[in-house]
């Protein structure tokens, strides 16, 4: 089982408001490419967006946006189509997995081994979202790897934050927190070919340890 949280594209991220950068637009063909990937795989697709109460606190800190109830808290339209049988997942604050139903549903999850994170903003939202989850999983004791797809995050460009050195610094953090980097998609795939060997050998070992050794296969033949 695979999950896939998609963060933070709101129109009022994307296309509309004080905090909209069109930017973002560029990252939604390997965020559909990644939507496609982890259905066709069986996988449960997410989205974590921003839906502030009228009086958030965080709006002593930005702008006014992404308020319940406006067009700036919706998904934006391409991935609006594509949202069927998807969870949607409100936030009042940066960090997405603050949201207890989402906790919930990711400790409901049955055989989950991996997660991948999309979407914006990589050094707040993002990084956010992805390092409290990797913590979370370590105090259910869930073997899942966690990945973050490169071409699918982005963050904003301003005289006193430098795009280039924030998307640094957000992967740094990330990986430091055991949260892998990909390209792509296509290096997912590559990733879950050989993740998926491992964890098919993993599994048949366990089956050994539970029955008759006899019916597992050498070790040599998981290339391991």
């Given at each position: ?27 939604v ?8 990937h ?19 606190q ?23 189509r594509v ?16 949201n207890r ?20 903003c ?52 990330m ?22 060997q ?7 070992r ?14 040599d033949?998981?290339?391991?």
């Amino acid at each position: 089982m695979k999950a896939l949280y998609v963060i933070d594209m709101n129109n009022g991220f994307v296309n509309e408001g004080a905090m909209a950068n069109k930017e973002y637009n560029k990252l939604v063909p390997e965020q559909l490419k990644t939507i496609e990937h982890v259905r066709n795989d069986g996988g449960v697709v997410n989205f974590v967006l921003e839906g502030h109460k009228v009086n958030s606190q965080e709006f002593k800190n930005y702008p006014v946006h992404c308020v319940l109830g406006t067009s700036e808290s919706e998904l934006i339209p391409e991935l609006d189509r594509v949202k069927d049988g998807s969870n949607i997942y409100y936030k009042n604050c940066i960090n997405g997995m603050l949201n207890r139903k989402l906790q919930d549903d990711i400790k409901a999850l049955k055989g989950l081994r991996e997660i991948i994170i999309e979407g914006v903003c990589a050094d707040l939202c993002v990084m956010d979202f992805a390092r409290t989850l990797a913590r979370y999983l370590d105090e259910l004791d869930m073997e899942t790897k966690i990945f973050v797809v490169k071409s699918a995050i982005d963050t904003f460009d301003s005289s006193d934050h430098n795009r280039e050195t924030w998307l640094e610094i957000a992967r740094m953090v990330m990986e430091q927190a055991g949260i892998e980097y990909v390209e792509d998609v296509n290096e997912l795939k590559q990733k879950n070919l050989s993740y998926g060997q491992w964890m098919d050998f993993e599994d048949r070992r366990t089956y050994r340890d539970e029955s008759d050794p006899t019916e597992m296969p050498d070790e040599d033949e998981y290339g391991v």
